[in-house]
């Protein structure tokens, strides 16, 4: 079964609006990413939050993880209509084994 | 390259031909792993190199499904007697070993199998 599972599966917000997504996950991890999609093709690396780490900033993102709760929140701030696109968690559990996507977030921000 | 370099960009095949895709990593990237997303759907994992050796080949669907990587850099996914429900985006990425670093991804390669 799938380590990283987001929620919301759809997300739909006005431009200038915060969006949040969640994933939560099931074992004990080294790090977790997050990654956009754009139609359906290669996914690009957002930014990495390692299990020592509780909040990381980059830009208007903003990510947060709680070990204790297997969870971790993506907060982009002040979203623009090209922000639109489908959003993956992934979950690094040592160094030596590969990463395990969940089943993303669609957002759709609308101008 | 400056990327990930995948080939074809789309495939179309007939139903029980042989497929093969080519992944070309990031120099130096010594990780390597290949993913499957029907439409709309997640990533699914296929199977995973580290340098020319396959330390998880759990997520290969069939025995149909076969990968090789050599010389540590440029990697193979041959699907052998595609099926229909083989069609999907076949996604590449590479990323260096110490796994504390982001993946960088291909933009794929589409097949569809008639």
């Known amino acids: 079964s799938q380590q990283g599972e987001e929620d919301p599966q759809a997300l739909s917000i006005q431009e200038g609006e915060n969006a949040t997504m969640n994933c939560s996950y099931k074992t004990s991890i080294n790090n977790l990413q997050w990654y956009r999609q754009n139609s359906g093709r290669g996914l690009v690396h957002l930014i990495l939050i390692r299990s020592n780490e509780r909040e990381k900033h980059s830009g208007r993102l903003r990510v947060t993880l709680d070990t204790s709760k297997k969870s971790s929140s993506l907060l982009i701030t002040a979203s623009r209509a090209a922000d639109t696109a489908s959003y993956f968690c992934a979950t690094d559990l040592s160094g030596n084994t590969p990463l395990v996507f969940g089943k993303g977030t669609r957002l759709s921000v609308i101008a | ?114």
């Open chain 2, 1 to 114: 390259g400056a990327g990930v370099s995948q080939s074809p960009s789309n495939k179309v095949t007939e139903k029980g031909k042989d497929v093969e895709l080519r992944c070309d990593p990031i120099s130096g990237h010594t990780a390597l792993y290949w993913y499957r997303q029907s439409l709309g759907q997640g990533l699914e994992f296929l199977i995973y190199f580290q340098g020319n050796s396959a330390p998880d080949k759990s997520g290969l669907p069939s025995d149909r499904f076969s990968a090789e990587r050599t010389g540590g850099s440029v990697s193979t996914l041959t699907i052998q007697r595609t099926q229909q429900e083989d069609s999907a985006v076949y996604l590449c990425a590479s990323r260096t070993g110490e796994g504390v670093a982001g993946a960088f991804f291909g933009q794929g390669t589409r097949l569809t199998v008639v």
